[in-house]
Structure formats: C-alpha cells, structure tokens
Nanobody, 117 residues
Framework: VPLVESGGGSVQAGESLRLSCAGT????????IAWYRRSPGEERELVAA???????NYAGSVKGRFSISRDNARNTVYLQMNRLKPEDTASYFC????????????WGRGTQVTVSS
C-alpha cells in the first residue's frame, strides 16, 4: 500500500513548509521512511530518511534547512522545510527504502512544492 504525501504548496524563497507522509499497517513504526524529490527532467533523489530508532540522514543540499521526524502513534513522518530555495522546487514523495534504490512500497502521487524567488 503506498504512503500518502501531503502539505505541498507554492511559497516564496525563505519561507517554510511541512510535508506529511501517512502510512497504514502495523509495520510502519519499524520501517525506515525517506523523503525523495524529483524535478522535471531529473532523477528522483533522496532528501532525508529516518530510521525506526529515530536516527536521521540528509542530502547535503538540505542539511541544516530540512528536518525529518516521525510520530509512530499517528503512523506519520514529517519533513519540515525551512529557508526554502527555488532549487527545492520539485514533487516530493515518501517511501520505505530497503537497500540501494529499492523501496518496499508502490510510489504514491507525491506532493508538489514550488518555491519562487
């Protein structure tokens, strides 16, 4: 079952957005959940990931600006995006990586983030 992304929108550079990734099932709390993004004509890239124990990692381009967190009681992972830049414009997706480029769930619809200068 795909995860469901929400929270995207159109903002000005320097503003913030918080994305949500909602899952179902009893395994959610035990999964690593990652946020990815894809811009037109570009490959999908991993933005941030959070493990079941709460440890996190970030792409260099967002480190210090984005923060990933999870609320297992709500089966939800959040991506707080601060000091947004036009180059953050993309469709954002979440999924559960299991190794390399392999993910365990079908891809969802994503949520669009547009940052204007």
């Amino acid at each position: 079952v795909p995860l469901v992304e929400s929270g995207g929108g159109s903002v000005q550079a320097g503003e913030s957005l918080r994305l949500s990734c909602a899952g179902t099932g009893s395994t959610f709390s035990r999964e690593t959940i990652a946020w990815y993004r894809r811009s037109p004509g570009e490959e999908r890239e991993l933005v941030a990931a959070i493990n079941s124990d709460g440890t996190t990692n970030y792409a260099g381009s967002v480190k210090g600006r984005f923060s990933i967190s999870r609320d297992n009681a709500r089966n939800t992972v959040y991506l707080q995006m601060n000091r947004l830049k036009p180059e953050d414009t993309a469709s954002y997706f979440c999924n559960s990586p299991v190794g390399g480029n392999i993910v365990s769930r079908p891809w969802g619809r994503g949520t669009q983030v547009t940052v204007s200068s």
